[in-house]
């Protein structure tokens, strides 16, 4: 299907195509959303984003990114905006108002229905990372005391004004949440039957000034198709959608991705060339800052053979034979050190990002991944001591063995402490967990890794 637009949109694009209007009748707006921001040029995509029909236009911006947004709407008149925000529903309106510059959002407003521009300036004002700024106002409330038949009526009425009709939600006279029941119930119940005895009183709902990422995950924790929300009254003011939770949790869980691997947190492959170098660079800084430290460490060590005193012994106390030896296993050192880390930040910060790791089970799992580290530490270093003692000699495997194993469980612990302490601190772990545990991790293990062999081959 995606394929189908691309064609359509290009033989549009090169003059092939004999209709005012881009042919796209019965493909999906996201395809198309998909299709202009990946495939076309900016100036391209506004120019066949102008020959969709009108709700096909208003349709695409729903779907579309923000920076595709952004390049649609260059230029346009406020009036046509308005014409747009009123075809979608109006989360979706407030997304799109906030990416137009403040005159043009005024005058957008003017041009809107009074009820509709209330709603959207309403939406407006809430945090964009709540509950209120990721909620939507339509959807259908009922009284207790109403019949079923009257409610049905009511729904086939009102259907279109509402984005979802799944769940109705009980309101005394004050519009306090009072229950919810769903239409599935509505339908199976007798049509003269009352409201406020078939209800649910028991209601997962979710408070207006609320973290998104939290209610994006009660709400698909308990499997519901929307989540009331209500403010400090108990007024019930809008709902969330599963739509709308996944899309919070796919870009939450791209923002921790992009953080761990030290890429900031609004990358993406679409980027300019110095739009990347400019999110990329500033984490590298940590990793440099480690490596010349590290590299005064190696020199401390490894430096100064040709200095010692004897010949036969370095001012370390090992061998120079020996030290040679050991040196030529800090790569693989490093990358044990660094992988077994990675997975460990990788772990946390999911486990902090799904809610899989609450307040009475830290500690738990703290020390499940210190046990982590050791394990993993002992069997690599009971693989590598037979082929560094085949290699070199006995002690230099020993000494390499037993480095690896205090290395990579130091790692372990360091890396499960950074992610643990920064998600304590009130910050997201994945910000410091990937670059900074990497230079700590390969600092430290540089260090452990010398001292070992000092300690077993020194004098």
């Known amino acids: 299907m995606r394929h189908q637009v691309l064609l359509a949109l290009r033989d549009h694009l090169d003059g092939g195509a004999e209709e005012a209007f881009v042919p796209v009748e019965g493909q999906y707006p996201a395809d198309i959303a998909d299709v202009l921001w990946l495939d076309f040029e900016r100036d391209e995509a506004r120019r066949l984003y102008q020959c969709l029909p009108e709700e096909t236009q208003a349709e695409v911006l729903a779907e579309a990114e923000a920076r595709l947004v952004e390049a649609l709407l260059d230029g346009i008149e406020p009036e046509m905006l308005a014409r747009k925000l009123e075809r979608i529903p109006a989360d979706d309106g407030t997304d799109i108002l906030a990416i137009v510059p403040e005159e043009v959002r005024q005058q957008v407003l003017c041009f809107i229905e009074p009820n509709d521009a209330s709603d959207l300036r309403h939406l407006a004002e809430y945090d964009p990372d709540s509950a209120g700024g990721m909620m939507t106002t339509e959807f259908i409330t009922v009284s207790q005391d109403e019949r079923i038949g009257d409610v049905l009526k009511r729904i086939k009425r009102d259907e279109d004004a509402a984005e979802t009709i799944h769940s109705l939600y009980v309101t005394d006279q004050r519009e306090v949440l009072q229950g919810v029941i769903s239409s599935r119930e509505?339908?199976?119940?007798?049509?003269?039957?009352?409201?406020?005895?078939?209800?649910?009183?028991?209601?997962?709902?979710?408070?207006?000034?609320?973290?998104?990422?939290?209610?994006?995950?009660?709400?698909?924790?308990?499997?519901?198709?929307?989540?009331?929300?209500?403010?400090?009254?108990?007024?019930?003011?809008?709902?969330?959608?599963?739509?709308?939770?996944?899309?919070?949790?796919?870009?939450?869980?791209?923002?921790?991705?992009?953080?761990?691997?030290?890429?900031?947190?609004?990358?993406?492959?679409?980027?300019?060339?110095?739009?990347?170098?400019?999110?990329?660079?500033?984490?590298?800084?940590?990793?440099?800052?480690?490596g010349l430290v590290?590299?005064?460490?190696?020199?401390?060590?490894?430096?100064?053979?040709?200095?010692?005193?004897?010949?036969?012994?370095?001012?370390?106390?090992?061998?120079?034979?020996?030290?040679?030896?050991?040196?030529?296993?800090?790569?693989?050192?490093?990358?044990?050190?660094?992988?077994?880390?990675?997975q460990t930040s990788?772990?946390?910060?999911?486990?902090?990002?799904?809610?899989?790791?609450?307040?009475?089970?830290?500690?738990?799992?703290?020390?499940?991944?210190?046990?982590?580290?050791?394990?993993?530490?002992?069997?690599?270093?009971?693989?590598?001591?037979?082929?560094?003692?085949?290699?070199?000699?006995?002690?230099?495997?020993?000494?390499?063995?037993?480095?690896?194993?205090?290395?990579?469980?130091?790692?372990?612990?360091i890396a499960a402490g950074i992610a643990m302490g920064t998600e304590a601190a009130g910050k997201d772990p994945a910000v410091v967990a990937g670059p900074l545990m990497i230079a700590v991790s390969d600092l430290s293990a540089v260090v452990i890794f010398f001292l070992t062999a000092e300690m077993l081959l020194g004098g």
Request: proline share 5%; net charge negative.
């Open 186 to 290: 509505l339908i199976e119940a007798g049509i003269h039957e009352i409201i406020g005895d078939l209800m649910n009183p028991d209601v997962i709902l979710a408070r207006v000034d609320e973290d998104q990422e939290d209610v994006a995950h009660r709400l698909l924790h308990y499997n519901l198709s929307a989540i009331p929300v209500v403010d400090p009254r108990g007024v019930i003011v809008g709902i969330v959608t599963a739509d709308d939770a996944l899309e919070v949790l796919e870009g939450e869980g791209s923002e921790d991705a992009l953080l761990l691997a030290g890429a900031g947190a609004d990358s993406d492959a679409s980027e300019t060339l110095w739009s990347k170098v400019i999110h990329r660079a500033p984490m590298l800084t940590i990793p440099v800052i480690a």
């Open 294 to 342: 590290m590299s005064r460490v190696m020199d401390r060590f490894a430096g100064v053979l040709a200095e010692g005193p004897d010949p036969a012994v370095s001012i370390t106390g090992i061998a120079p034979e020996s030290l040679t030896a050991i040196i030529s296993f800090i790569p693989m050192v490093l990358a044990l050190a660094g992988t077994v880390g990675m």
């Open 346 to 413: 990788a772990v946390l910060v999911r486990g902090f990002a799904v809610g899989q790791i609450v307040e009475g089970k830290r500690r738990q799992v703290f020390f499940t991944e210190m046990q982590v580290g050791l394990i993993l530490g002992s069997m690599c270093a009971l693989i590598a001591l037979p082929a560094a003692t085949w290699f070199v000699s006995w002690d230099v495997g020993l000494a390499m063995g037993l480095a690896l194993l205090i290395a990579m469980s130091w790692t372990t612990t």
